[in-house]
């Protein structure tokens, strides 16, 4: 149903010019501050675009984004140590 995505963190020298990443992907976040954006492409074409992406001027670095592979679901196999700390 949903395409599967990759996330970038893509490192600038220019903000205003990062919008224009809007149209290789989904752009989610810009830092002003901290000069990067955040960008979700499709898993399938992740590759040729960020080839593309990298060609720019402004682009200075891309890390990707190793939040999909993390474990999200926890269990708790430890006894609950909640009860030794009331008041």
């Known amino acids: 149903m949903f395409a599967e995505r990759t996330g970038y963190i893509i490192w600038v020298s220019d903000i205003k010019a990062a919008r224009n990443l809007e ?3 989904t752009l989610h976040y810009v830092s002003r501050k901290m000069h990067y954006a955040v960008m979700y492409v499709n898993a399938d ?3 040729e ?3 593309n ?3 720019l001027s402004y682009v200075r ?3 990707r984004s190793y939040r999909n ?3 999200t679901e926890y ?3 430890g006894p609950d140590k909640s009860r ?3 008041l």
Do not use: C, D, H, W
Request: aromatic share 12%; glycine share 8%; proline share 0%.
């Open 61 to 63: 670095k891309i890390e």
């Open 45 to 47: 074409r992740a590759e």
């Open 23 to 25: 149209k290789y992907g």
């Open 69 to 71: 592979e993390l474990k």
């Open 49 to 51: 675009v960020m080839k």
């Open 75 to 77: 269990t708790s196999n």
């Open 53 to 55: 992406v990298r060609r």
């Open 84 to 86: 030794y700390y009331g």
